[in-house]
C-alpha cells in the first residue's frame, strides 16, 4: 500500500490527493473507533473531536472508493484523522497483547499500514510548511 502523500497550504488549508485505497484506510480506522461503543466523551479523549464532527469527517472522506480523489483538509482534520490512525490499534489489545489477527480481520489492513499513514501525514505537513 502507497502511503506517501504531498500536501500543499492554501488559504489555511491543506490540499492533498489520497487515493482510494488511502481513503478506505482512513475512513476504516474513524469507524472502527466510532463503533467500538466508547462514550462521547472517550472519543473525544481520542481524537479531539466530537461525534458530530466524526461523522462529518467521515461523510467527507466517502466516495466510490475506486479513484484518486483531492481533498482540502484543515490542520483540525488532519489531526483527527492522525489521532484515528494511532488511536485504532489500540482498542486490539488485550491481557494476551496485540492481536494482529484480530486488527486484520477487522479493519482489512496491517497496523502498519495504519502507523505508515500517519507518519507521513505528519511529514507532508511539516514539508508543506517548513520555509
Same mark, same amino acid.
Given at each position: 500500500m502507497r502511503t506517501q502523500i504531498k500536501v500543499t497550504e492554501v488559504k489555511g488549508a491543506f490540499h492533498t490527493r489520497f487515493t482510494s485505497v488511502q481513503t478506505d484506510l482512513m475512513l476504516e480506522a474513524l469507524r472502527t473507533?466510532?463503533?467500538w461503543g466508547y462514550s462521547d466523551e472517550a472519543l473525544a479523549v481520542q481524537l479531539n473531536a466530537d461525534p458530530e464532527e466524526i461523522a462529518l469527517l467521515t461523510e467527507r472522506l466517502?466516495? =466510490?472508493?475506486r479513484t484518486t480523489r483531492d481533498f482540502a483538509l484543515t490542520a483540525r482534520e488532519l489531526h483527527v484523522i492522525h489521532s484515528a490512525l494511532t488511536a485504532v490499534a489500540t482498542t486490539f489489545i488485550s491481557r494476551g @497483547?496485540?492481536?494482529?489477527? @484480530?486488527?486484520? &480481520?477487522?479493519?482489512?489492513?496491517?497496523?502498519? &499500514?495504519? =502507523?505508515?499513514?500517519?507518519?507521513?501525514?505528519?511529514?507532508?505537513? =511539516?514539508?508543506?510548511t517548513t520555509p
Open positions: 473507533l466510532q463503533g466517502k466516495g =466510490d472508493h @497483547g496485540f492481536s494482529e489477527e @484480530g486488527f486484520h &480481520n477487522r479493519t482489512s489492513f496491517f497496523r502498519e &499500514n495504519f =502507523d505508515a499513514m500517519a507518519l507521513s501525514i505528519v511529514r507532508a505537513v =511539516d514539508e508543506a
